[in-house]
C-alpha cells in the first residue's frame, strides 16, 4: 500500500514511510477550548480523519493523538499582555479557567461525533504536560538555544537554527523587520520566540519553577512536548491548519530539532 501526501517542508507529493513496520504516528494539532469550534476548525479535523482512514482501511495501525491547547494560546505576540484565551472567556464567562476547558472540551468532541470524526487514540491537555515543557525549555537552554531574560522569560534563539524560515518561506531579515511584534524588549532579536513566560501579578493559570519562578508555557512549547511524550522522537504525519505552518509549526520544528537529532526528514 502506498499513500503519497504533500510535504509542507520539502513541497513535495511523497509516499508515507511509517518509521516502525506496520504503525504509523500521526499528531493533529488540537483545538484551544475557548469557545466552540466552527466549520473551518472541523474541516482541519476531517482532513486528518480521511488520511487516518485511508491507513487503517489498508491494514495500518495507527496512534492518533490530538492535543487539547487549555493555556497558554496567545497566537499574535504583538498583543500579548499576560493574558491568554481561556483566560479571556473565563472572565467574559464567568467561570475558571478549568470549567471553561471542561465544558468546551465536550462540546468539541460532540461536534466531532456528529460529522463522523474518528476520535483520536489520545487527547493529551496542555496542562497535563507543564514537567514535560519545563524539561525541553530547559534543554534546549543547556544547549544554547534558548535564553532566560531580565524580565524573567525564556525565549528561544531562532538564529541558533539556521534552518529557521524553511518550512514556512520566512526570512530571518522579514521577521526581523517586524513579522513578529517587538513588544517584549527583553528579547535579544525581535525573530525570537516565547517558550516560558513569567506570570504577571494575579495570573490564574501559572506553574513555580526550580529554575525561573512562576510562569505558563508558549503555545509552541506544548506541542513540541505532548508530540515527544505519546509518540517519540520519530513519528510519521503531523497535521494542522494552513495558518499553523507560521508561526506554530515552524517554531515546533526549531524547538524539537535539537532535542531529536534535526528537523524532520525530507522522505
Not at 53 to 79: A, K, P, S
Not at 138 to 156: K, M, P, Q, T, W
Request: hydrophobic residues 40%.
Amino acid at each position: 500500500m502506498t499513500l503519497s501526501l504533500r510535504n509542507t517542508l520539502t513541497r513535495q507529493i511523497e509516499p508515507v514511510s511509517p518509521v516502525r513496520s506496520g504503525r504509523v504516528g500521526m499528531y493533529s494539532c488540537g483545538p484551544t477550548v475557548y469557545r466552540y469550534a466552527h466549520i473551518g476548525n472541523l474541516r482541519t479535523f476531517l482532513l486528518a480523519d480521511f488520511i487516518r482512514r485511508v491507513l487503517l482501511c489498508h491494514g495500518l495501525d495507527v496512534l492518533h493523538v490530538q492535543n487539547i491547547t487549555d493555556v497558554g494560546h496567545m497566537r499574535d505576540e504583538r498583543f500579548d499582555r499576560g493574558e491568554d484565551r481561556m483566560l479571556v472567556a473565563a472572565g467574559l464567562e464567568n467561570r475558571t479557567p478549568a470549567e471553561i476547558a471542561d465544558a468546551y472540551e465536550a462540546t468539541f468532541h460532540a461536534d466531532e461525533a456528529v460529522v463522523n470524526i474518528l476520535p483520536a487514540n489520545v487527547f493529551p491537555r496542555a496542562t497535563e504536560h507543564i514537567d514535560e515543557m519545563l524539561d525541553i525549555a530547559e534543554r534546549l537552554v543547556d544547549l544554547g538555544h534558548a535564553y532566560f531574560s531580565d524580565d524573567g522569560n525564556v525565549y528561544y534563539s531562532v538564529s541558533s537554527f539556521p534552518e529557521y524560515g524553511r518550512l514556512s518561506g520566512n526570512t530571518l531579515a522579514d521577521l526581523r523587520a517586524g513579522h513578529r511584534g517587538e513588544i517584549e524588549t527583553d528579547k535579544r532579536d525581535p525573530a525570537d520566540f516565547a517558550l516560558w513566560k513569567a506570570a504577571g501579578e494575579g495570573r490564574m493559570l501559572k506553574w513555580p519553577t526550580k529554575r525561573w519562578g512562576d510562569g505558563f508555557p508558549g503555545w509552541h512549547l506544548e506541542c513540541s512536548a505532548m508530540a515527544l511524550r505519546w509518540l517519540g522522537e520519530r513519528f510519521d504525519i503531523h497535521t494542522g491548519g494552513i495558518d499553523n505552518v507560521f508561526p506554530h509549526h515552524e517554531d515546533e520544528i526549531a524547538q524539537s530539532a535539537p532535542l531529536v537529532g534535526g528537523p524532520p526528514p525530507e522522505v
